[in-house]
């Protein structure tokens, strides 16, 4: 296996750094949570400070021309911006779609005005997955499928690092005081999990703040409305393993290169997040594969597997929901922009779908 090449412009770090960690979004949402991952001791909310800087900035200073073809091609792509949608149907009462983030950054768990009152006012509750309100129950599911989490066989991670890779993961994970020893039979996708949340949402998560997924859900619980979900843990985990293997070693190569630069990719996407700019991410990659050998198919395939294939699924289950009337349906907010996002898809089934922010 070659070793992989390194960005080197602003935009291909920008581009490098968010799809690692958008590709790993799905696996924060079902295994952090979980297993209970714990890399830094227990801190008050309040003394949680987050350490990134929006990329964006940086962008803007060595390459405007890039980041205007960005927001170009963003502007261009249908429902971009807004992050609340009004979903309508002739005799039924209205329903919203609203896009979330995984993560437990008070400027995303923290409901605008309007999106309070859609979720005030539903009758019924819909997330991704409602595996994560009950760990125990997520957790035998998902080792009822090994293979999706661990090498089975006489198979390693290390079989599919060449030398230098090999020794550069192991310090990389010395560094964080995990021996490759211990992790070896992982698979990649799983270590990516353990790897790339920043430090400052590991200590909320041990401070006990919720991501926003699971916020909603227990507020959903503790208002007594009905809480419904799109898929399960192991149909999640089965969309990122249909991913070819050598793109999941390049991303946890190239996490693990990142370092504290997981944080400046985190500072960018909750900036973009709580501007509802969601059409940004993939205009960013468009602009950035010319200059990087290989990534098209890697994107391609992410797209298609952990976006798109999602979209139809959840589209689907969405349906008759949304035929009962009264519903906030909160999904990742990637799954809402696009010819084949969430709104098209919606509107192609009849539904009436219109921006509210």
Known sequence: MKTHAKATTATER??????????????????????????????KADEIVCSGTNLLTELAAENPAALEEVRRQAAETPNGSGLLWRVEKEGVAPSY?????????????????????????????????????????????????????????????????????????ADALKARGIPFASVKKMKPWMLISLVALPVCEIERKEAGMPILDLKLAEDAQNAGKELLGLETAVEQLDAMASLPMEMHVRGLVETLALGDGLNDVMETMVSLYAEGETGMFWPLIR?????????????????????????GTMAERARPILNEGSAFIAVGALHLPG?????????????TVEGVR
Do not use: W
């Not at 581009?15 to 949402?29: E, G, I, K, Q, S």
């Open 339 to 351: 010819e084949e996002g969430l709104i098209e898809l919606l509107r192609a089934d009849g539904y």
């Open 97 to 169: 779609l609203f896009g979330t983030m995984h993560m437990s950054d008070p400027r995303v768990v923290t409901l605008p005005g309007d999106a309070r009152e859609a979720f005030d006012g539903a009758e019924r509750v819909v997330i991704e997955t409602t595996d994560i309100l009950d760990q125990s129950k997520m957790a035998a599911a998902m080792f009822k499928r090994p293979d999706l989490m661990m090498f089975t066989g006489k198979e390693t991670l290390g079989d599919h690092l060449d030398e230098a890779e090999r020794e550069a993961v």
């Open 287 to 311: 602009v950035a594969i010319p200059e990087q050998q290989g990534a098209s198919g890697d994107y391609a395939a992410f797209d298609q597997a952990m976006v798109k294939a999602r979209n």
């Open 14 to 43: 920008f581009v490098d750094r968010l799809f690692l960690c958008a590709a790993a979004f799905p696996l924060f949402l079902l295994l952090a949570l979980v297993l209970g991952l714990s890399m830094a001791k227990p801190a």
